[in-house]
């Protein structure tokens, strides 16, 4: 994994994450605010194409951390940081024990592989901020809050084709050392 | 050599998952200086990329408006000839408050020194990022000085105070709130919509009197004895408790069935609140339904705000009234 290449593109997604994404961000009724996870599809890349599951971790580690930390705190909507790091971290090591069984560079498993990372990892920031309930935002809608995450997931899997076409363009920049046959004994 | 084995990736990965575990179980506190850091480092960019959204969903909402059906058309015609009587009345109201203002603040001008126009002091803002997850409803706003607890206004209904509205008459009607800010620091403040679940304010329903032909009835409690009587400005409003419905609106729970509220109906701060110093409007009452646990009591009001959240660009900070000295010499 190459680290500052990591780093700026946590930077630039993070920025399009907590703004323009706001153009493709939907409400459904009854439930909420909908929108995709750009962060997700780098996690679920990376975890799918890195030589190690130590770079996959800490890669989900980094990114679940731009996002605890650009989501709601203060009073009333009070939420730790570390609960997505965590969440992303395992994640990522998850997808990294089975992607042996599964075609990587096949559009259906990007989608599959995202909308079962978003669902497992979402789900389980939603249950942690529920069980550490630091604020109201933890007790307050927690059923909504998973449907919510559930829609996020469909919805990050669809376009996750999409973005993960850009990162096999830049993958020589980000991934040091791919997966796969080596060269080298 | 030695140091590389020493910090290894996986030592490096077992740190990072031992910090975010105790950051988790510290609470939101022990991440907070994290998040300051973070919003100081996307504000500036994020500015342009709010722009840009703020400006697509704007032309959205304007696009969607231009195509509404021709019985929505008609319906509107309705509201707006009736809107059209009601402002006439109120243009005459006005005018005579303005004359019984004018000559209040000339009496409390020659007996206590020169009166304030305005109750609360304004920062004015824009917003600069959105939360990352949806799960809760807030912005990052470039706010200098603005306190925890402030309550937020949109900024272009605020802008007829500068072409010159009447002393006191910008702060009580010219505004729409659309939030709080639950957290500040040096540039920037996080903003919680009042549509977020966790936004709860005290507010007080308007029951508009519509129209004095058809009379609305409502049951007032006179010395704790029920009677019946013809809605008037006079008893028009009702305290009760907004809060963030997760999704576009608001929800007011538990208002007496016998209130009499309907859609249409005004929702405004309370002007006795210690926060904001003035009855700023918030929403209207859209839908009136029945209480789940008790229906034939209690109802439960559901409210569109007048601000549009989702192209939510330039707002104002009210700095509440009384604001407490900081302690020490105040460098």
Redesign the interface.
Known sequence: MRWIALAILTYVLTLLQTSLVDVITFRVPGVGLVRPELLAVVVVYSALHVGSILDAMLAGWALGLALDVTTGAGSGVSTAVGPMSLAYALGAGGIYKIRGAVFRDKVVTQCTMTLVFCISAHGMWILMQWRLAFGDTAGTGIVLMLVQAVLLAAYTAAIAPALALGLKAGRRWLIASPAGPRRRR | MRLRGIVS??R??AA??A??????????T???P??K???L??AP??E???Y???A??HHLQAAMRDTISQDKARRLQAENAYLRNATAAITDELARARRALAAIQHIRKHLYGRARDMPSEVIPSHVV??????????R?VSAHGAG??ALVTTRELWTGRRVGLPKNLAVVTASALVG?I??SDSYTA?L?LLT?????IGVQVHRVVQNPKKPRVITVLISGEERKERLSEYHANISARARGD???GMEIQGVHEYHNVRPGDVVLTRSDDAAIGAAIPVGRVIRVRPDRKEPAVFVTLHVRPYATLASLREVYIIVPPERPEPEGDGR
């Open positions: 990736k996986g490096v990965l990072l998952m910090g975010s575990v105790a950051a988790s179980l510290l609470g939101p022990a991440g907070a994290l998040r850091l973070a919003r480092v996307i960019p994020g342009m990329g709010m840009v959204s703020t697509v969903a990022a959105q939360d990352s997850l949806p799960y809760v409803d807030t990052v925890e607890g709080r639950t957290e996080r919680q977020d679940r966790s936004f709860g997760g999704q576009q």
